[in-house]
């Protein structure tokens, strides 16, 4: 009898639907959705490198070299910034004692609400010569010209670099945070008591085992400054981003865009390498004592007035001063600014987001749920590809997605002609599909996250439970798993919601004739030096990205609410 029970559970570690490459309808799913998401990215490189009409030496000896400079000049003020404020504020709220800190603990999120180009240009209309601080500066002193005084121009690649430091910086302080909550409080009261100050514990204790958690929230600051278009156009700072929108559209050739796009891919590629490598053998395990109390250190007089006034300024100037200008204007021009037109813009983002959010939830979960079923190297391979679109910029997104829809439709329109006699015109190119469909790509990855988390978080045995009842692998996930991953499921939708509703380069790129989104309705009126008109539809992008801050405060203070 052992002998019989040994070789049934020997059939059963070799049966077919054990295997992790066994392709069947999941594998199949899985491979098809990681074609398809990868065909804007792999269409780039080829057309750059077979272009219609090579403008590659032009572009090299002419305006590439600048376009390169100032990106890489931006990348690295940016991740400074961010680096500087995240950093020092995860720390300050974690592990200091200081008035207002537990506010702190979820206003330093609030920035993230606010797209970079929304700030930019709130920032210039307070601060450029015709604003009202240097009126102010020039009734007070008695100045009347712009030559008796000197004052920083916000226009300029170090203004670009203060907007988005003011809204990216959350990103490394909330992953910075989260790695020193999780650090171990054994290990910092073993370095105070070999005589490390709180300096030095923090320098080297707290920081390296921090290291890998900073390095992805600063990998994801610089990739949304590579991805930003309002904020570089406004200001006259010719990033790549904005080379790829000009060359394209401005000097009607796509293949230079294309190649100045596949510029921009090396960019990211060089991001996310470097951000592995930050990660590689700097895994830090903490013990039970990491459950503990960490010490916290009381900062009292010019200490504990400089951490308030360092985080309050923080969260006044991301956050509190523009949104208060925002609303202001919405007040003072209400009539002028809300039409007709703003109602269908808002509706049009509003569909588009929901669209794009419950096209990402379906996916998303697809493919969480087939790497759960089948976790070998072929469907993880798979969704790993599919995941990588929220690294691709938008600028270049768009052109990827607009190549081979435009040879879609092409192709359908031959066909039709040639059977039918009629033009089926432009079904996916030029149409919401496209734009639906670069969403989809670009913000993929958040839900497929998100749902794999909450999986992760159900147990193996109530598969198995489902399984000896009966129940086949939709059976089972519509009656075990859907109950307990709709919070995940739910929070990845609104994640993406709030990205598609402020979403700017790809929707530039992607919309159809006469059709805008608050996004693009903001950033024309904005580029008229109108933000006063601009200014609702503004405020409504704002108060939609205060979804996701909201979901990600409380989830810290569920995490450890002791703090």
Request: charged content about 10%.
């Amino acid at each position: 009898m052992p002998k019989r029970l040994k070789i049934l559970e020997l059939e059963q570690r070799t049966a077919p639907e054990s295997l992790p490459y066994r392709v069947d309808a999941w594998t199949v799913a899985a491979l098809l959705i990681s074609v398809i998401v990868a065909i804007p990215v792999v269409v780039l490189p080829v057309l750059a490198f077979f272009p219609e009409e090579n403008i590659w030496p032009h572009l090299s000896s002419t305006v590439l070299p600048r376009y390169l400079t100032t990106t890489l000049a931006l990348l690295f003020g940016v991740a400074i910034g961010t680096l500087t404020f995240g950093v020092s504020t995860a720390w300050l709220v974690t592990m200091c004692r200081f008035p207002g800190r537990k506010t702190f603990t979820w206003a330093l999120l609030l920035p993230l609400a606010m797209p970079a180009y929304v700030v930019a240009y709130v920032y210039t209309d307070l601060l450029e010569f015709a604003g009202p601080v240097q009126q102010a500066l020039r009734a007070w002193y008695g100045w009347t010209s712009a030559q008796q005084y000197w004052f920083p121009e916000i226009r300029s690649l170090g203004g670009a670099i203060a907007m988005m430091t003011l809204v990216l910086f959350p990103y490394v302080y909330l992953l910075a945070r989260g790695a020193f909550l999780e650090q171990s409080a054994g290990a910092l009261e073993v370095s105070r008591t070999l005589g490390c100050g709180p300096w030095a514990a923090f320098r080297r204790v707290a920081l390296p085992s921090a290291r890998p958690a900073i390095a992805v929230g600063v990998s994801l600051a610089l990739m949304e400054a590579l991805n930003d278009f309002g904020t570089v156009d406004f200001f006259g700072v010719q990033t790549l981003s904005l080379g790829v929108y000009d060359i394209w559209l401005n000097m009607g050739n796509l293949g230079g865009a294309a190649q100045v796009g596949s510029v921009m891919l090396m960019f990211v590629v060089i991001l996310l390498v470097l951000e592995q490598a930050s990660r590689r053998k700097r895994e830090h395990f903490s013990s039970s004592a990491s459950q503990r109390q960490l010490p916290g250190m009381e900062l009292h007089g010019l200490r504990g007035l400089g951490a308030f006034v360092l985080c309050l300024l923080l969260t006044v100037l991301g956050f509190i001063l523009p949104g208060a200008v925002l609303a202001n204007y919405s007040i003072l021009y209400w009539d002028e600014a809300v039409s007709a037109d703003v109602q269908k813009f808002a509706t049009n983002s509003l569909l588009l987001a929901i669209g794009a959010a419950a096209l990402t939830v379906f996916v998303g979960t697809l493919l969480a749920y087939a790497k759960r079923l089948r976790p070998g190297w072929l469907v993880g391979g798979a969704v790993w590809i599919a995941s990588l679109g929220y690294a691709v910029p938008g600028s270049v997104l768009g052109l990827g997605v607009i190549i081979p829809l435009g040879i879609l439709d092409n192709t359908i329109d031959e066909i039709a002609r040639a059977s039918f006699g009629v033009s089926t015109g432009l079904l996916f190119s030029g149409t919401v599909t496209a734009i639906v469909f670069a969403y989809g790509v670009r913000f993929l990855t958040i839900t497929v996250g998100g749902i794999s988390a909450s999986l992760g978080k159900v147990t193996p045995s109530m598969d198995m439970a489902a399984r000896t009842l009966g129940h086949g692998p939709l059976a089972t996930f519509w009656r075990v798993h859907l109950p307990l991953i709709r919070g995940g499921m739910l929070t990845a939708g609104v994640v993406v919601f709030v990205d598609c509703m402020k979403e700017l380069p790809a929707t530039l790129i992607l919309r159809p004739f006469n059709f805008d989104t608050l996004a693009t309705h903001v950033y024309q009126f904005a580029s008229d030096q109108q933000i006063e008109i601009a200014a609702p539809g503004a405020l409504l992008i704002v108060l939609a990205g205060l979804l996701p801050v909201l979901l990600l405060s409380f989830a810290i203070g569920a995490d450890r609410n002791r703090h």
